[in-house]
């Protein structure tokens, strides 16, 4: 008997593929709940990427001018990342 979880498919009409944790990812998450549990990071903004394609903006704390353009700088620089790709 199958699950059936071959039969799941995205919003978009693609299979999703079997959840696997990127190491990276999780150590750099992990290592932002540590800065953030310790009072050092006083508010969060940016954007996840799904396993599907779908994203979602993320915004939580404090919002500065230096935020927005550090928020800025990051979408150039991906930007110019994925022209170059």
């Not at 299979?15 to 990812?25: F, G, K, R, Y």
């Not at 709940?33 to 994203?55: H, K, M, N, P, W």
């Amino acid at each position: 008997m199958t699950s059936g979880a071959d039969k799941i498919v995205s919003l978009f009409g693609h299979p999703i593929a079997t959840p696997e944790s990127d190491a990276q990812l999780v150590e750099y998450i992990q290592w932002l709940l540590d800065l953030a549990t310790a009072g050092e990071i006083t508010g969060i903004t940016g954007a996840i990427l799904y396993r599907d394609d779908a994203v979602a903006t993320i915004g939580c704390g404090l919002s500065t001018v230096s935020l927005v353009g550090r928020l800025e700088q990051r979408k150039y620089m991906m930007l110019k990342e994925l022209d170059e790709s």
